[in-house]
């Protein structure tokens, strides 16, 4: 059986690159992705699923309350026969229909140690306060913010010459390696949630 991959984006889409490289390459097999779809009409990661023959959806959130705009995406999900959906730079969170639709079948990559520095701008907000260790987490989505069970986790050392832009960048690099891991798990069926912990089958 073949994974069917929905991934939401707002802005360019590098975590979206790795994913659909892993399954161009192998790394990841039996899934594919068939749908992105956009919150912003300008996202580059609509052109980046173009290139590679995958629909490109921009849903105007404007004039729509979440709740409305929320069974927009859930029709394009089911347009799509979806079993799996990704968010890669979603700057909005989903409402419970969605959630309750997909439970432990929605993932996300976040730029920090979870549950350390949620939400927006998380390498700031870890590069300020002084951490001698960054990093980032791939987590499966529930109602609150990037508070669902987490799955893989990736150290970083923030360096005595880093600024806020390299601590970024090297997060960046390790987001391309444990998202595609993540995934490759679910699709091999190989995580198992127990409350808060995700165990991760031999």
Known sequence: MTVKIAVLVSGRGS?????IDSIEKGYIKNAVVNAVISNKADAYALERAKKHGISAVFLDPKGRDRAEYD???????KKYDTDLLLLAGYFRLLGSEIIEAYRHRILNIHPSLLPAFKGLHAQKQAFEYGVKVAGCTVHFVDEGLDSGPIIIQKCVPVLPEDTEETLTDRILEQEHIIYPEA???FVEDKLKVEGRNVITLA
Request: net charge positive; glycine share 0%.
């Open 183 to 185: 995934v490759r798990l």
């Open 71 to 77: 069974r927009e995406i859930l029709n394009v999900l």
């Open 15 to 19: 975590n979206l690159q790795a994913i």
